[in-house]
């Protein structure tokens, strides 16, 4: 039997490579990118190559450090992206069921299509504040299941899960004999209300983060996975088909960057707060538009409530020189992603020539 090609790309991965870039650009999920020149960088601090045949050392110890669990929970990658295909990898065979948030960001589905996984839906719905549908879990939930993926911040609302649903979630799988696997690459854009990771709530649970989209980070590609010790050495070793080792010229700059962390988040703090801002001052105004006020996060997910969202997309990418993600990507085609990672300036004018299309379309 042949394979699907339709297995082996992401349609919102080609999309942002080719079609997201706009004088306003609205559909970045993360904040602008930290410059060289901020970080005390030295020429003395790099080397070529490195030990760093299971992670460079120092670099683990500064991520266990940052993460407040052993070094031996962490699994240094290429990324959050890289870090959910290594993970999924690790815990998914072909023919394995597994449980996924909808909507949800589409690389999740694809790398799990592309690993032969038999994937089910279970819906965060608007109606809900976007938190899981704890019911509709339990009737998908079953002894076949091998993974239930979630993301927190939810991706592409920002909705952060109550704590409660969490810890039902864990004893769910758990219960099931099934793992957790929690995306929470968003999660530190709470600033004011610190989350802890999931992974702390029992071994079936892991977690995905990096430096990219809350930091500004992302050309480090430093990602991580926090997992039980015996899975995260599995990990590594499913690493050895996939990167091998890393760019040790990254980890030397990763770990610079983590040892500077409290002034690169009080610069992504500043960012996010100042747009959210005008976001939900902006959403006050409208009218057509649902969608709550977002209190923290990166992104937001509001739907239209008249007209059609490509219309939408293709009037301000041709005519306002600007873009937002529209919602197919997230099997919501009545909706768009509004990502906060702008300048300020930019941002605003953004919103701007968003409101002048939302009234062109609303003339037609």
Known sequence: MNPDPSHDRSEYMHWAKTRQGARFNLAVS?????????????????EISGPSAYGWPPLQAALARHLHVEAERVVHSAGTSGANHLAMSACVQPGDEVLVEEPTYELVVD????????????????????????DALR??????????????????????????????IVAMAGNAGARLLVDEVYLDATFEAPQRTAALLGDHVLTTASLTKV????????????????????????????????????????????????????????????NRALWNAFLASRTDLDSEPVPYGTVTFPRLREG????????????????????????EPDAFRVGFGTPEPVFAEGLRRLGCALDEMAKR
């Open 215 to 274: 930091y500004g980070m992302s050309g480090l590609r430093c990602g991580w996975i926090i997992a039980s010790p015996l899975l995260a050495e599995r990990m590594w070793r499913l690493n050895d088909l996939f990167g091998v080792i890393p760019a040790h010229p990254a980890e030397r700059l990763s770990l610079i960057a983590l040892e500077n962390l409290p002034a690169i988040r009080e610069r992504s703090r500043r960012i996010l707060d100042g």
């Open 111 to 134: 790398t799990l299509r592309h690993l032969g996984a038999v994937i089910r839906r279970f819906p965060r719905r608007r109606a809900d504040d976007f938190q899981p549908d704890l």
């Open 308 to 331: 059609g969202v490509e219309a939408l997309a293709t009037l301000l990418r041709e005519k306002y020189e600007t873009t937002v993600v529209p919602g197919r990507f997230f099997a």
């Open 30 to 46: 993360g904040v602008p990118a930290v410059q060289l020149r901020d970080l005390p960088v030295r020429l003395e601090d790099f």
């Open 139 to 168: 009737c998908v939930l079953s002894s076949r299941t091998r993974l239930i993926v979630l993301t927190n911040l939810h991706n592409p609302s920002s909705a952060l899960i109550s704590g409660n649903a969490m810890r039902e």
